[in-house]
Each structure stands twice: as C-alpha cells, then as structure tokens.
C-alpha cells in the first residue's frame, strides 16, 4: 500500500499579501524567501537519513486558481514516495483524481479531492530533495 512519507508543503490563500507576509515576519520570524511568497523548512528525514526532508510554507492570493476547483482557502502538500503508484492506488479506491501531472526541477506533482472537496497535492521529490 502506497503511503504519504511527510509534509511537503502548507498553502494558504490571503487577502492581503504585504500585510499578511509582515504579520508572519514579525510575529513568528518566518522571512519570505527572496522572489518567492513563502519558506522553505529543511529538516533530517529521521526515516530516510540520506534523504532530508523539506516543507514549504507558502501564502497565495485570494483570487490564485491554485486550488481549484476546491473552494477551501488553503491545501496540503503531501510527499510520496511513488507518484503513479499513489495516483492509481486513489483511482483504484473511487477517488477524484485530477488527469494532469506536472514534472519539473522540484520533483513531480499530482493533484486529487477529498471526500469533502478539498485539493490535495502529492509531491514525488527528486533524488536528493
């Protein structure tokens, strides 16, 4: 059975992005990455040690289509280890999967509904990511 190995990411949509990304700076420390609306966390994947782990934290705008066709103001990014294999596994179980699959420098990326429509994104990092 295809499992989700960790937290890729956390995205959230925001009414005001300047004032939202100072509150965050200024409250939590949490500095936006320099040309990026968000951060990226690095940590020890305590289960793959050679393989470190990473979560970014990311906020969009109102109006960003991101998330479609959810309506939820935010989505979780899950890390898999085997992108189709998890893809087909939802197929399988009668799950909303979305047909397109995105692959780039930052690894590969699916997207599927819950039950209560809401967007989840599963990512299959790179070797080394």
């Not at 500095?31 to 470190?52: H, V």
């Not at 799950?95 to 039950?115: I, L, Q, T, Y």
Request: charged share 25%.
């Amino acid at each position: 059975m295809q499992r989700v190995t960790g937290i890729g990411g956390i995205f959230f949509k925001v009414r005001d992005m300047a004032r939202m990304a100072a509150w965050y700076r200024d409250n939590l420390g949490i500095d936006m990455e320099e040309g990026f609306t968000g951060r990226s966390f690095r940590w020890p994947d305590g289960q793959t040690p050679e393989r470190p782990g990473m979560t970014v934290w990311s906020l969009f705008t109102q109006d960003s289509a991101y998330f479609d066709p959810s309506t939820a103001p935010f989505m979780v990014n899950y890390r898999v280890d085997d992108l189709d294999a998890m893809l087909a596994q939802l197929r399988g179980n009668g799950a909303a999967v979305d047909d397109k699959v995105e692959e780039g420098e930052f690894g590969r990326f699916g997207w599927v509904m819950d039950p209560e429509g809401n967007r989840i994104e599963l990512w299959q990092p790179p070797a080394g990511m």
